[in-house]
């Protein structure tokens, strides 16, 4: 069986800084709409939307106030539906966020809960305060500090591992899970194809003992992939997803490649595709922060262990918690537009289904952010609290937080050079990078040698290249600079991808000894020599 996702190009729309139409400074679905020529043209075939949901906005979205409707500032239902049938007459299936671990405390569920008012007083984590009056166990979580919170209203705790405005669902009661499928059910009954599943994998809190260990996620070993999770995604995938041939994709953090087997293959009924994150974090002392040096050897060998491990998945380097991939393994300077197009090809010769970012496909970098108080990032504020707390002086917490911080990937889509980037008339919630005056949509879409022409022919080109569609992922070559992969189908066809992941000529040994015609490449060298210049990328065709 094919599934239409095996050959899907997916491409995740964060909504508030993709296109704004009414001048109000956040993007809107009418934005959206606006904008689907250019994603047909790009070669788009799925989108997936950041929460459109009716929410608060304490993390922008992903706490969500009601399941099934739209918040008037992203648009209505009615422009919901309107969307879905715009995408659909062109051949573009749309998935939905589903951030259901937590709601937002203003979700009716709650303020029924915390009155203890039936059924609700069993929806969430309510534990009562220690003798001493402290919280009921040591977890520490996603953005630092105690997941508990102390509620005047009920006099108990809840649990929260994000922010205390997003409190943990209880997936020990049933109703829980009951309410759940009824969103997704909303939703499909709506016409869109399926979900990507925030924090799918740390639904389910086995215990509620204490955590071992340093205070970062203290405490995870009770909820991470547990097998009560396990049984959750197959009640959801029997009851609902399989029936209703739901897609989906899940977002598994510190997920381990046994435990993503178990989440996604194919005879385990529960996801059809992961994100993990490994790969993202080979220049990184932990998740996201702290760099140090890259080494693409290292990249190989983490993208050879899950490109072997599963059969099928998703592949990725930009989403909105991710920093600008061109700035981050790329270089966002001297060779920005070199170094751009050689992660297209990485990305886009990799074995899955490719999953690209708004502003990706012009080679949109970090924001360049100055100082803390211009992030509106939770995440990024709470990291400095932490590192405060650790007594780290001013300008080190910030060497830490400014590439990493959330919001390099969230400032708005760059489209014209005009105030506003394109995106919107108004004043954006999020200033726009200042590089938008020569960095944009419109300064490339008829330039052939742009980063966004680039990626079109790299999306077409890899639709008649059988290896790259379907074929197997072997390492060839690395070191600290180069990385080299083979794709080939079982009838013997193959291509070869030669990445020269640094600012200097390399001359890796094995590539003297390639043979084989350069099919692809983002020098446009008519032949192999030896040699890879900076940033080089060539794709080449034969054994
Ligand atoms: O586990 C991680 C690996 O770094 C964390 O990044 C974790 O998986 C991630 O923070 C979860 O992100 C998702 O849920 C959050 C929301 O803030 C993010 O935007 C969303 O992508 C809470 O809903
Ligand atoms: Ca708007």
Not at 279 to 297: C, I, M, T, W
Request: aromatic letters at 12%.
């Amino acid at each position: 069986m094919h599934p239409w996702w095996k050959d899907a190009v997916f491409y995740q729309i964060y909504p508030r800084s993709f296109q704004d139409t009414n001048g109000d400074g956040r993007g809107d679905i009418p934005g959206i709409i606006s904008r689907l020529d250019a994603l047909v043209k790009l070669g788009v075939t799925a989108l997936w939307l950041s929460p459109l949901y009716p929410s608060p906005d304490a993390d922008n979205g992903y706490d969500i106030a009601d399941y099934c409707d739209i918040d008037p500032r992203n648009g209505t239902l009615a422009d919901f539906d309107e969307l879905v049938a715009q995408a659909g007459a062109r051949g573009i299936r749309i998935i939905m966020d589903l951030v259901i671990n937590h709601t937002s405390n203003e979700h009716p569920w709650f303020q029924a809960s915390r009155r203890r008012e039936a059924p609700y007083d069993d929806y969430y984590i309510w534990r009562p305060a220690k003798a001493d009056g402290k919280p009921p166990n040591n977890w520490t979580g996603f953005f630092m500090g105690s997941t508990w919170q102390w509620d005047e209203v009920r006099g108990e705790y809840y649990l929260h591992l994000f922010d205390p405005k997003q409190p943990d669902l209880n997936y020990h009661n049933p109703a829980v899970i009951a309410e759940v499928e009824k969103v997704m059910n909303f939703w499909l009954d709506r016409g869109v194809a399926g979900f990507r599943c925030d924090v799918i994998t740390m639904l389910y809190k086995t215990s509620l003992k204490d955590g071992s260990g340093i205070p970062i996620l203290r405490g995870i070993e009770n909820y991470k992939t547990q097998e009560g999770n396990h049984e959750i995604l197959r009640q959801w995938h029997r009851d609902v997803w399989g029936p209703r041939g739901a897609f989906t994709v899940g977002e598994a953090g510190l997920v381990t490649l046994d435990e993503a087997r178990d989440l996604s293959l194919p005879d385990r009924g529960e996801l059809d595709l992961i994100f993990y994150f490994d790969h993202l974090e080979v220049d990184r002392l932990l998740s996201r922060y702290g760099p140090k040096p890259f080494n693409a050897a290292e990249l190989l060998r983490r993208f050879t262990s899950w490109q072997q491990g599963l059969d099928w998945n998703a592949v990725y380097f930009e989403n909105h918690d991710q920093p600008r991939i061109v700035s981050h393994y790329g270089d966002d300077g001297r060779y920005w537009a070199m170094s751009a197009k050689l992660l297209a090809v990485l990305l886009l010769t990799l074995r899955g289904t490719p999953f690209l970012f708004q502003g990706q496909e012009i080679g949109m970098t970090n924001a360049g952010f100055t100082s803390l108080d211009q992030l509106d990032d939770i995440e990024s504020h709470n990291v400095d609290g932490l590192l405060k707390s650790f007594h780290l002086p001013r300008r080190l917490r910030w060497w830490i937080i400014r590439n990493s911080s959330r919001d390099n990937a969230r400032t708005p889509m760059q489209w014209s050079a005009g105030p506003g980037a394109g995106f919107t008339t108004g004043t954006p919630w999020l200033r726009a990078n200042a590089n938008t005056n020569w960095l944009n949509y419109d300064a490339q879409d008829d330039d052939p040698d742009s980063v966004l022409n680039f990626y079109r022919r790299v999306l077409q080109w890899r639709r008649g290249c059988e290896p790259v569609m379907s074929g197997n992922f072997e390492p060839v070559y690395s070191d600290r600079a180069v990385l080299a992969y083979r794709r080939a189908t079982d009838d013997g066809q193959a291509c070869t991808i030669w990445l020269n992941m640094s600012g200097k000529v390399r001359r890796p040994k094995p590539l003297g000894a390639q043979a084989g015609r350069i099919v692809l490449s983002n020098s446009g060298r008519p032949e192999l020599d030896g040699t890879l210049q900076p940033w080089e990328a060539l794709v080449v065709a034969g054994n």
